[in-house]
């Protein structure tokens, strides 16, 4: 198979700076050699690619847009968001796992941890030395997170904390565990760690989707917890809003990677595959659909880098982000379904990435906020209206 | 221990190579540029011997302002320091090894290592011009590198085998394909070499000896041919393979 060229129809290259090409270029070798040859396996399997934790770690992968103190590259956002894309080139699953370790662990821990904290986790978690995941959604709730059920009571040296997330991505293999809950009914950060009494996380089987990302459940029955586990710098809703929004962010770059894994497998394919007596790209109905493909592609490319540019100078809004997922990922979905018809038959064989990209994809539209979600938040934007309700 | 490699920019392997106007040189249009191949083994090996042995590593380069690129990729790497030699003219190996060997005498090296060869022109001389020009040995094809108390003992390819030669320094060492696998520049290392100056200085580049004066490119392949699809196309399959081909 030919190495990977890159999609960019309009060169949008050109407004990349230097080491932003070059963050991109090196994790794109990198998913080429370690992710792509050994990643249909693991779907098959139904199995994270555990090895792969520490590549990526010393490549620098978790956290790279915050401090070098704590180990890390401190990238920009546009910078993180190439490698976000080029991860999910590889597998949804794999940029799950670092969205997860960087936006949704390394990042509270860095916002509203204290000193002590940051110090221990950060370093660790860089590493790969130490994985973490992010309990927010429960089974209960879901698009309505406001409504959870897990609490915290306080002991006289710590908290107790008693109810059940679902659908937490890395839960299984987590050293740390970010875990969401209402104390005195205000939602507060805490720090539960792998072994904990009381603490389990069993993983969820019987995905058809995101098969190379660990799923699973978080049963939390009367675990103690220090005081010091506690996330002290900040309290509310808005505060695992503002993780997703630095995961939603990231996700709105990793469609991109999808979408062009998609378009490059269906292109190929169509210039070879003979139907009567010509490669199938020579129709005009196989030409409109890898035009639509290269259009969408190249619009996201735009809509990201803006969004990175915004982010960088400080300027972005969250709505902005979920103007930015929500189209991406749409988008990529759909290129995964049209590739998938390019490729007739073989479109559903694993010897290509493309319906498992598409399957993946399934996923990436509903978490972080589902479609409609985003939907509503930018509805709501412009119209000054909520429509949640 | 000082370590200099001398590092090429060439065109990306994968380019589709289109010959320019003046039919002696490549249309650069759309062409991505790259650390060439051989020259990364260098980078990785000088890397490794400065961890073994302490000291610093300079990247050298002789070449236009593109060249800053497949320098900063080694500085992200881990190389501490990088000199990009200006020269924007056409070149032959000769004027190239001149204008580096020039440079090198000022900085009096433990070691220099080279790729053995740029995959843009393939020539394969400059290592071993520059060795030449300070005086010093030079050994190509090399696929491992062991040096002990200022002993140098190379393993080369060679047709067939390996050889096992030795040396002492300074030399000039250019890396096969085998001798290492390059590392992967880390991102905190692409953000650190953004604060490495690349220093610049002329290059005091060599006269022209060897001109190039056309570029053509090879004959299209002809297509394949199906001879059958089960066993009764055997007989035929090795007539042909035999009668036309050649090669039974
Ligand atoms: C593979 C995977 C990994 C995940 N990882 C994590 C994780 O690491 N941590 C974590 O906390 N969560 C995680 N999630 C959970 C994910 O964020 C939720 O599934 C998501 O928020 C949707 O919640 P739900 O599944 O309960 O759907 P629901 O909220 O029940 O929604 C069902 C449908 O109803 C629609 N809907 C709901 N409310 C409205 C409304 N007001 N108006 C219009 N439509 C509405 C939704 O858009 C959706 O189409 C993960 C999910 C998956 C699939």
Redesign the interface.
Known sequence: M??F?GVDYMNVDSLLS??EL??RN?VR??VDDNVIPIIEKHARAGTFPMDLVAKMA????FG?TLP?KY?????NNV?YGL?MQELERGDSGVRSFASVQSSLVMFPIFAYGSEKQKDYWLPRLAKGEAIGCFGLTEPDFGSNPGGMITRAEETSDGYVLNGAKMWITNGTLADVAVVWAKLGGVVRGFLVEKGMKGFSAPEMKGKHSLRASVTSELILQDVHIPKENILPNGEGLKLPLSCLSQARYGIAWGAIGAAMACYDSALNYAKTRIQFDKPIASFQLTQEKLVHMLNEITKAQLLCLQLGRLKDSGKVRFQQISFAKRNNVYHALQIAREARSILGANGILDEYPVMRHAANLESVITYEGTHEMHTLIVGEDITGIPAFV | MKIVVCVNHVPDTETKIKIGADSKSIDKTGVNFMLSPYDELAVEEGLRLKEKFGGDVTVLSLGGDAHKETLRKALAMGVEKATLLKDEAVRDSFGIAKGLAEELKTMSPDIILFGKQSIDFDDAQVGTMVAELLGISSVSVVVKLTIDNGKVICEREIEGGHETVETSLPCVIQAQRGLNEPRYPSLKGIMSAKTKPIQEKPAAAGELRVESIALRKPEAKAAGRIVGTDKSAVPELVRLLHEEAKVI
């Open positions: 030919q190495k060229q230097e080491e070059l963050v090196t070798e990198f010393d490549l620098g992968l790279s070098a180990g890390c590259a401190e990238m910078a490698v």
